[in-house]
C-alpha cells in the first residue's frame, strides 16, 4: 500500500511538471497528457547481461516496469535476458552503437574499453553497498565517476541497485590462512581481484555462472566466488562445496545499472528523463532491502546444509589490505580513468571519516587506515 501511494505522489508530480512546461523535448507533441512527454508514445529494447529468470534480470525488469508505471504506460522499455538480443560481451556496443536503446550490467565487464569502469561496479577492502549510495547520489559519483566514464562512449548511466558483500570464497578444502591458496585454481571477477588473487599465488579463473555449479563438481577449479548468499544458494553452489571463507573481502559491495544511449536519450521528452531517474533511483531502493534480507535468509540456508565456514587471522587480512593499496594504486598509474574516479571515491571518504568515527558501533563502513598515493 505504501509502495502504491509513494508511485501515485510521483505520478502527481511528474504530471505537475509536464503541466508547467517541463516536459518538452525533441521527440514530438508534449502538451497535455496525463503520463508527461504529452501521452507521446516511445518504444525501447533493453538488452541485459544477465539471464531471463535470475535475480538481477529481476532489477532490469523493475527497472523498465517502473518507467512504464511513471508515463503512464507511454514509455515502454522491454528487457531482454542476456543471448536474446546478443551474448553479455556484447551489450557494451549494441548500446553504444544504439542497436538497443538500453544495456543492464555490472560495469567492471567492460574494463577492456576502460579500467576506470571497474571501480564503478565494486571494490576490495572498501565501499559497503550504502557507500556506494551515498557516494552516487551525494557525493558526486554519479556525475563525476558513472557519467564521466560512460559519456565518453556515447551514453548516460542510471545505477539501479547496489548489493551488500558478496558470500567468501567457497571451497572444498579449507582455506584458513594466505598459504592455503597457493597453487589453488579460483574463479574470480574484477581486475583489482585479479592482481591480488596473483599476489597470494592463485590462478584466477574465468568461468561463466552457468558452467560454475559443473566446473566445482568436476574438479575444473578448485573454488569459486560468484555472488552474495541468496544468488549463491540459487546456484546450489552448497551441493558441490564444504567450506565457505568469509568475509567476501574480495568484493565488499556491487553496483548495477542501466547504460542508455545518448542519441536515444536526448530525443526523449524531459517527463521520460524524470521517469528514468526516478525509477532507477526507487530501484535501488527497493532492491537494497530487498537483497540484503534475501542475503541473511539464504545464508542460513547454507549453514543448515553443513556448509563450515572459515576465516583469515588479522595479519592476513591487513596483508590482503595492502596488496589490494598496492594494485589500487598501479591501476591508477597506468589509467587516468581509474585515477579520477578513485580520486572521486577517496574525496567520499574522507569526507565520511570524522562523521563515521562519532557513529562508533552505530555506524557503518569502515576508514581505511592509509590512503593510496593517486595521481593527480
Request: aromatic residues 12%; charged residues 20%; glycine residues 12%.
Amino acid at each position: 500500500m505504501k509502495k502504491k501511494i509513494a508511485l501515485s505522489l510521483i505520478m502527481i508530480l511528474v504530471v505537475m511538471a509536464a503541466m508547467t512546461g517541463c516536459g518538452g523535448g525533441s521527440g514530438g507533441d508534449t502538451g497535455g497528457g496525463t503520463g508527461g512527454g504529452g501521452g507521446e508514445k516511445v518504444n525501447w529494447k533493453l538488452a541485459s547481461t544477465w539471464a531471463d529468470g535470475t535475480f538481477l534480470f529481476s532489477v532490469d525488469q523493475r527497472f523498465c516496469e517502473l518507467v512504464g508505471e511513471l508515463t503512464d504506460g507511454n514509455f515502454t522499455i522491454k528487457p531482454y535476458g542476456v543471448g536474446q538480443l546478443g551474448a553479455a560481451n556484447q551489450v557494451f556496443d549494441l548500446v553504444q552503437g544504439g542497436t538497443v536503446e538500453a544495456g543492464g550490467d555490472w560495469p567492471s565487464y567492460w574494463t577492456g574499453k576502460s579500467l576506470g569502469f571497474d571501480l564503478l561496479a565494486t571494490t576490495m577492502f572498501d565501499f559497503t553497498n550504502w557507500d556506494y549510495y551515498v557516494w552516487i547520489y551525494e557525493g558526486g559519483g554519479l556525475e563525476d565517476a558513472y557519467n564521466y566514464m560512460f559519456n565518453q562512449f556515447g551514453m548516460v548511466y542510471f545505477p539501479t541497485a547496489v548489493t551488500p558483500m558478496e558470500s567468501g570464497i567457497r571451497s572444498n578444502v579449507p582455506i584458513k590462512s594466505l598459504a592455503d591458496f597457493k597453487g589453488l585454481k579460483i574463479r574470480f571477477a574484477g581486475k583489482i581481484q585479479g592482481m591480488v588473487a596473483e599476489k597470494i599465488g592463485i590462478t584466477p579463473v574465468t568461468i561463466a555462472a552457468d558452467e560454475l555449479y559443473e566446473s566445482l563438481q568436476r574438479g575444473v577449479i578448485d573454488a569459486a566466488e560468484y555472488s552474495g548468499p541468496y544468488n549463491d544458494d540459487v546456484m546450489k553452489i552448497q551441493e558441490v562445496t564444504k567450506y565457505w571463507l568469509t568475509p567476501g573481502w574480495h568484493q565488499t559491495a556491487s553496483a548495477y545499472g542501466a547504460m542508455i544511449n545518448q542519441a536515444a536519450y536526448d530525443k526523449l521528452p524531459d517527463a521520460y528523463k524524470d521517469a528514468i531517474e526516478k525509477a532507477a533511483k526507487l530501484t535501488m531502493v527497493e532492491y537494497m532491502a530487498k537483497y540484503t534480507w534475501n542475503d541473511a535468509q539464504a545464508t542460513q540456508r547454507i549453514l543448515d546444509a553443513g556448509v563450515e565456514t572459515t576465516t583469515l587471522s588479522d595479519e592476513d587480512m591487513a596483508t590482503l589490505q595492502q596488496y589490494t593499496l598496492e594494485s589500487a594504486e598501479a591501476l591508477a598509474a597506468e589509467s587516468e580513468d581509474y585515477a579520477h574516479v578513485y580520486k572521486s571515491m577517496l574525496n567520499y571518504r574522507k569526507t565520511m571519516e570524522n562523521y563515521r568515527t562519532a557513529l562508533g558501533d552505530w555506524g557503518f563502513g569502515i576508514n581505511l587506515k592509509e590512503y593510496p598515493n593517486i595521481p593527480e
